[in-house]
């Protein structure tokens, strides 16, 4: 008996499994999935007939219609336009009308020049667009003045005793065409007080520049300017000695082949355009003006006026 009492009882557990996961499974999170995928398809659907004009929506229609094989010329219209077989189809006459495309339609240049030369008649002759042919040629006229800008500071450069003069000289391209323009400055001064001539170092750059200038065919205006002091010595005016000094420069410049009928005007501002506003007597506002003209293309021959 004390052997018996001593054994402790045997407990047996049977645990019941469920296969399939019961009411706690994953199929509801696929269907969870179909539904919210669903969901997702209709709000964008009803998204797009929102945003859509009717015109686009007959054309929508058309396109996904049971006859989608109908041959229509036009297609499906609208945003789906596109091409078919043949002009008659199985649902021509009984399907919405398919919208005209709102795209601006293109022809090719050949067709646009044919039917310009059948308007003008058979003996007109069609001619290029003049703004097109304006716009050509100022982007050739800034290239080539670029180049000549390019090169005038390169031989300023090559010339190490005029090297120093590259600051006294201003370049830009202007509507009228490009401006060269060479100022005095405090210490290097172009000209001396009150005369005409031009010292060695202003001759000898404008002998630079005019291995460049002989190259185009441009015509040239020469200006003199003064600043607002009294001219002194034997020029009684700014004017008189600012157009001395504009020859000048046309004289040094035709020595080095470049002829007279590339001079289009030589003028003596005095000080009626100072380059400094504020004030007008500084050194600055002694300068020669080279202008490298924009040309207009030359008129034919037989062109009435």
């Given at each position: 008996m004390t052997a018996a009492t001593n054994q402790r009882p045997i407990i047996i557990k049977k645990i019941k499994k469920i296969s399939g996961g019961g009411h706690h499974g994953g199929a509801w999170k696929v269907a969870y999935a179909d539904f919210v995928t669903a969901m997702m398809a209709f709000f964008l659907l009803m998204w797009l007939i929102n945003t859509t004009s009717p015109e686009q929506r007959?054309?929508?229609?058309?396109?996904?219609?049971?006859?989608?094989?109908?041959?229509?010329?036009s297609g499906a219209g609208g945003l789906l336009e596109g091409t078919s077989f043949a002009e008659e189809g199985v649902r021509h006459g009984h399907s919405a009308p398919v919208a005209p495309s709102s795209e601006p339609q293109y022809t090719s240049n050949a067709?646009?020049?044919?039917q310009a030369q059948s308007q003008q008649g058979p003996g007109a002759e069609s001619t290029p667009n003049e703004d097109s042919l304006a716009r050509a040629r100022t982007l050739r006229e800034n290239a080539e003045f670029a180049r000549a800008e390019i090169a005038i500071r390169q031989a300023m450069q090559d010339m190490p005793d005029i090297a120093e003069l590259s600051r006294n000289v201003i370049m830009e391209q202007t509507p009228?065409?490009?401006?060269?323009?060479?100022?005095?400055?405090?210490?290097?001064?172009?000209?001396?007080?009150?005369?005409?001539?031009?010292?060695?170092?202003?001759q000898r750059l404008l002998v630079a520049m005019s291995g460049v200038?002989?190259?185009?065919?441009?015509?040239?205006?020469?200006?003199?300017?003064?600043?607002?002091?009294p001219p002194g010595g034997r020029y009684g005016s700014?004017?008189?000695?600012?157009?001395?000094?504009?020859?000048?420069?046309?004289?040094?410049?035709?020595?080095?082949?470049?002829g007279g009928e590339r001079i289009y005007e030589v003028a003596g501002?005095?000080?009626s355009e100072p380059l400094f506003t504020d004030d007008p007597t500084l050194p600055g506002n002694r300068r020669i003006a080279?202008?490298?003209?924009?040309?207009?293309?030359?008129l034919p021959a037989d062109h009435a006026l």
């Open positions: 007959r054309g929508i229609a058309e396109f996904f219609a049971p006859a989608s094989v109908s041959r229509v010329s067709t646009s020049e044919n009228e065409g490009l401006r060269i323009q060479i100022l005095d400055q405090e210490g290097r001064s172009m000209f001396n007080p009150g005369q005409a001539t031009l010292n060695d170092r202003a200038l002989s190259q185009l065919p441009n015509r040239l205006t020469i200006s003199g300017h003064t600043d607002g002091s700014n004017f008189e000695l600012s157009a001395a000094r504009a020859n000048e420069a046309r004289r040094i410049l035709a020595a080095q082949g470049i501002r005095a000080d080279i202008t490298l003209l924009r040309e207009a293309p030359p």
